[in-house]
């Protein structure tokens, strides 16, 4: 089985910083795009970065120049770093995998989902 772990989710002031960590493990042969995706009470789920196996990185534009998506392939880690926080960046965040697993099936794993709040 494989598993997708977040943590570094949490309660920060408006203007401050989080650092989200994804950790996948299990049987795993290789994987590729990663990213990070959040979904607001009320909303739809949205992708915020993604980032290939060769480190191309993609962003929604309400957060480029404040995020920024990177991954430890040695690893099997994506993290995403959050910077000059806004309230409106509260959000469930959850993360997201499309590997080969040791089976050689290709499937699209999500973590379970960390809390980011953004408020004074």
């Known amino acids: 089985q494989v598993q997708l772990v977040e943590s570094g989710g949490g309660l920060v002031q408006p203007g401050g910083s989080l650092r989200l960590s994804c950790a996948a493990s299990?049987?795993?042969?290789?994987?590729?795009?990663m990213g990070w995706y959040r979904q607001a009470p009320g909303e739809q789920r949205e992708l915020v970065a993604g980032?290939?196996?060769?480190?191309?990185?993609n962003y929604v534009d309400s957060v480029k120049g404040r995020f920024t998506i990177s991954r430890d392939n040695a690893k099997n880690t994506v993290y995403l770093q959050m910077n000059s926080l806004k309230p409106e960046d509260t959000a469930v965040y959850y993360c997201?995998?499309?590997?080969?697993?040791?089976?050689?099936?290709?499937?699209?794993?999500w973590g379970q989902g960390t809390q980011v709040t953004v408020s004074s």
């Open positions: 980032i290939t196996s060769g480190g191309r990185t």
């Open positions: 997201n995998a499309d590997l080969i697993t040791g089976s050689g099936y290709e499937y699209d794993y």
């Open positions: 299990g049987s795993i042969f290789s994987i590729y795009d």
